[in-house]
């Protein structure tokens, strides 16, 4: 009932920068959470941030702090997140999902995008 589209994804190199966008459309009304998960090939779907829908409650993946910031616009209905001293290890498909709650786990989520390929170069 909710879709989810990624966005902004791309090849940068190392050091560099990406902000992502995901944008909800259907049955927004509700205040969902949402969260950002990455795999990368050969590897489990790990989270990396997620913000409640107004922003009082975020996390990060300690791999990530300092490096990555998670924003949302709730009028526009969507989230952002601002990736910068991107590294090889972040290499992955990134995915946005909706939920009831601001969890760190996949299954706290019940929506999901298609994903969006961030690759960074060494």
């Known amino acids: 009932q909710v879709q989810l589209v990624e966005s902004g994804g791309g090849l940068v190199q190392a050091g560099g920068s990406l902000r992502l966008s995901c944008a909800a459309s259907?049955?927004?009304?509700?205040?969902?959470?949402m969260g950002w998960f990455r795999q990368a090939p050969g590897k489990e779907r790990d989270f990396v941030a997620a913000?409640?829908?107004?922003?009082?409650?975020?996390h990060y993946a300690d791999s990530v702090k300092r490096r990555f910031t998670i924003s949302r616009d709730n009028a526009k209905n969507t989230v952002y997140l601002q990736m910068n001293s991107l590294n090889p290890e972040d290499t992955a498909v990134y995915y946005c999902?909706?939920?009831?709650?601001?969890?760190?786990?996949?299954?706290?989520?019940?929506?999901w995008g298609q994903g969006t390929q961030v690759t960074v170069s060494s």
């Open positions: 913000s409640s829908w107004s922003g009082g409650t975020i």
């Open positions: 999902a909706a939920g009831l709650v601001t969890g760190i786990r996949s299954a706290s989520y019940d929506y």
């Open positions: 259907g049955r927004t009304f509700r205040t969902y959470a």
